[in-house]
T-cell receptor, first 113, second 112 residues
Framework: DQQVKQNSPSLSVQEGRISILNCDYT??????FLWYKKYPAEGPTFLIS?????DKNEDGRFTVFLNKSAKHLSLHIVPSQPGDSAVYFC????????????FGTGTRLKVLA | KAGVTQTPRYLIKTRGQQVTLSCSPI?????VSWYQQTPGQGLQFLFE???????NKGNFPGRFSGRQFSNSRSEMNVSTLELGDSALYLC???????????FGPGTRLLVL
């Protein structure tokens, strides 16, 4: 049972445009969400997070939006740069109970110069 | 601060053998989690240790085990290796249970 889903395995975007990566979850107990970026041969790097008490969090070019009623979150990258080309994972966690992170299967973003 | 380190970075084993992977967390971090990454499967949670105690466990067979030492360093062991164990094994550390996890570069294991 995949509790965190990233339904788009890949995405291509022109440099300078907006990249939107999507993530859906099924477990209503999840209340903390994160995005990680992963380059080949490296471990995932933490990008940005959001608590369920918020619906938006910004950090520079990266913004995460959370729609709790739809159990959906998205990562916006504006403007997209070639160095953003990587695999992006969303992760979810419940702050009560087991605390373990559940990851999606990832979306490969390619930013075209 | 130095990041999470994992050794070895690459490993080739044959079926039936066993393997031990090592993870040194960020200084001051007491929680260490292990994940398996295979193509198309994302990161699958293996287990988490905090202060030398296993707190959480994923849905992996008993061939997968781990431990944590008093200095927070952690090891993961896989016995009786199978071809399907070929994967990238990632270790992540955090300061506490509710803190953000930071990942190491991973150990790529190939089972022949």
């Amino acid at each position: 049972d995949q509790q965190v889903k990233q339904n788009s395995p890949s995405l291509s975007v022109q440099e300078g445009r907006i990249s939107i990566l999507n993530c859906d979850y099924t477990n209503s107990m999840f209340d903390y969400f994160l995005w990680y970026k992963k380059y080949p041969a490296e471990g995932p790097t933490f990008l940005i997070s959001i608590s369920s008490i918020k619906d938006k969090n910004e950090d520079g070019r990266f913004t995460v939006f959370l729609n709790k009623s739809a159990k959906h979150l998205s990562l916006h990258i504006v403007p997209s740069q070639p160095g953003d080309s990587a695999v992006y994972f969303c992760a979810a966690r419940a702050t009560s109970g087991t605390y373990k992170y559940i990851f999606g299967t990832g979306t490969r973003l390619k930013v075209l110069a | 601060k130095a990041g999470v380190t994992q050794t070895p970075r690459y490993l080739i084993k044959t079926r039936g053998q066993q393997v031990t992977l090592s993870c040194s967390p960020i200084s001051g971090h007491r929680s260490v989690s292990w994940y398996q990454q295979t193509p198309g499967q994302g990161l699958q949670f293996l287990f988490e240790y905090f202060s030398e105690t296993q707190r959480n466990k994923g849905n992996f067979p008993g061939r997968f085990s781990g431990r944590q030492f008093s200095n927070s360093r952690s090891e993961m062991n896989v016995s009786t290796l199978e071809l399907g164990d070929s994967a990238l094994y990632l270790c992540a550390s955090s300061a506490g249970q509710e803190e953000t996890q930071y990942f190491g570069p991973g150990t790529r294991l190939l089972v022949l």
